[in-house]
């Protein structure tokens, strides 16, 4: 007997049930569609068969009784002379399911020879001039369609003979006629499915030629055969290549970072060891032993700060300190008047009661350092530097909304993307390294915040907006 774990580990694989492919999902859904469209084409070419088919039987009955009434006659005492012929030769063939049957007064009945031996109490006599279409219906001989017309002959003594003539045919040679049509209809519509689906299906193929190219191209770049997706790609997956060429090559800087790093701490390191090994190994004063070991000591603590903070990625921290905007606002303020004084910049605050960044107090500073700057440096005369927290119900610290705006001349939406570029200037002749907005930008995502850069409504030069989330 199995035991429980066993069954769990058997049965585990069906509950993680593996999803269907692009292009299963995609003949699933054209198939059902196009059973759907092909199945509603079918019924309304059916029933529009149907109706023709049913008008045409009319009028091929209508025709027969017309073409029988041609051929009556009356006598002079009145008696209606029928037919020795018919019109078609169906009539004449008992069982063919064709019948001609006439009535009239004083008991007048007459049926065509294939009709001799049948049952039609279910017809009644019309008046002159009417005429009556009627199937399909229940009879002793099966269902059948008849067409009923009411006529009234003149004899040479001017006497009048009513007559209800009546042609009928069985439902079977209807609808043999339709299920002919019907079949050929089905065989046309599923050769036409079946077509289509093999066309989508190529075209799915070839729509979906270049994500295979991308899987490829993956499975090239782990096996160490390239260093990037280097293809060439529909426009639709450019966006989708450069972002994993962009986070391939993030992750071999990191790496690279990391390992630089900890060869810098290591040769940091080296100096402070060497010292301390050596006082420990010849000195013999105690007293400036401990003194000197503690200086290495605390040299070495300095030097592992220093190069951890090189390869940490700053970002949201859960226990961070809040530190106050105002007063570093102040202070980067000031030096900036200093360094554009010649400019008579005035700069405005706006800065919420209370309000805080949550983060490493570095971050913040490089933050605003680099948006006020950049402030400082397009404007005329103004700069508005305005802050406030952001609160949201469940979370235990505020966000921080950030923006500053000048009267300069503004950003061209159709620049923003590449101003924001790291190494580019919004003007060459300006002087800087053009790396400040990409360092806000790095910032902004460590803290999965937003970067909105737009015209300033009030000062109408350029605004840069930032939304850091609430934690």
Not at 178 to 196: E, F
Request: glycine share 8%; proline share 5%.
């Amino acid at each position: 007997m199995p035991s429980p774990e066993a069954t769990a580990t058997r049965t585990e694989p069906s509950s993680t049930r593996r999803p269907l492919s692009l292009a299963a999902r995609a003949a699933m859904a054209t198939g059902l569609a196009l059973a759907g469209f092909l199945g509603i084409i079918g019924v309304t070419l059916s029933q529009a068969k149907y109706q023709t088919a049913l008008s045409g039987l009319r009028d091929r009955l209508e025709n027969d009784v017309l073409a029988y009434l041609a051929l009556i006659d009356v006598g002079r005492n009145g008696r209606l002379l029928m037919p020795y012929s018919s019109p078609d030769p169906s009539f004449s063939r008992p069982g063919s399911g064709l019948y001609a049957v006439a009535t009239g007064e004083n008991g007048f009945h007459w049926e065509s020879s294939s009709a001799i031996g049948r049952d039609f109490g279910f017809l009644s006599p019309l008046k002159p001039g009417e005429t009556r279409f009627v199937g399909p219906i229940d009879t002793r001989m099966g269902r059948l369609y008849y067409y009923s017309y009411g006529v009234v002959f003149e004899s040479q003594d001017d006497r009048k003979v009513p007559l209800t003539f009546t042609v009928a045919q069985t439902e079977d040679q209807f609808k043999g006629e339709n299920a002919t049509y019907r079949r050929s209809l089905i065989v046309y519509l599923s050769t036409l499915g079946v077509m289509l689906i093999v066309l989508q299906m190529l075209l799915l193929r070839w729509s979906l030629t270049p994500l295979r190219k991308v899987a490829a191209d993956m499975s090239r770049v782990e096996r160490g055969k390239s260093d990037s997706l280097d293809s060439q790609y529909p426009l639709e997956l450019t966006g989708l290549t450069e972002r994993i060429n962009g986070f391939i090559e993030s992750e071999r800087e990191q790496r690279t970072r990391y390992r630089n790093t900890l060869a810098d701490l290591a040769h940091s390191l080296k100096t402070p060891l060497a010292v301390i090994r050596s006082r420990l190994e010849s000195s013999s004063e105690a007293p400036q032993l401990a003194h000197d070991v503690l200086d290495q000591v605390r040299r070495m603590d300095e030097l592992v700060a220093y190069q951890l903070a090189r390869a940490a990625t700053t970002g949201r921290q859960p226990f961070a300190t809040a530190i106050p905007l105002g007063g570093h606002a102040e202070d980067l303020v000031q030096s900036l008047e200093k360094v554009y004084a010649a400019k008579n910049v005035l700069c405005e605050f706006e800065i919420e009661e209370g309000v805080a960044f949550y983060g490493e107090q570095g971050d913040l500073l490089e933050l605003m350092g680099n948006l006020l700057e950049n402030a400082f440096k397009w404007s005329r005369h103004r700069v508005l530097l305005m802050a406030s927290a952001r609160t949201q119900p469940g979370k235990q610290r505020p966000g921080l909304s950030l923006s500053v705006e000048d009267d300069g001349p503004g950003i061209e939406p159709d620049q923003i993307e590449r101003i924001l570029q790291r190494g580019v200037r919004g003007d060459e002749r300006v002087q800087g390294h053009g790396i400040g907005l990409s360092i806000v930008q790095d910032i902004v995502r460590a803290y999965r915040g937003e970067l909105v850069v737009d015209r300033s409504p009030e000062l109408g030069g350029a605004r840069f907006s930032v939304e850091l989330p609430p934690g």
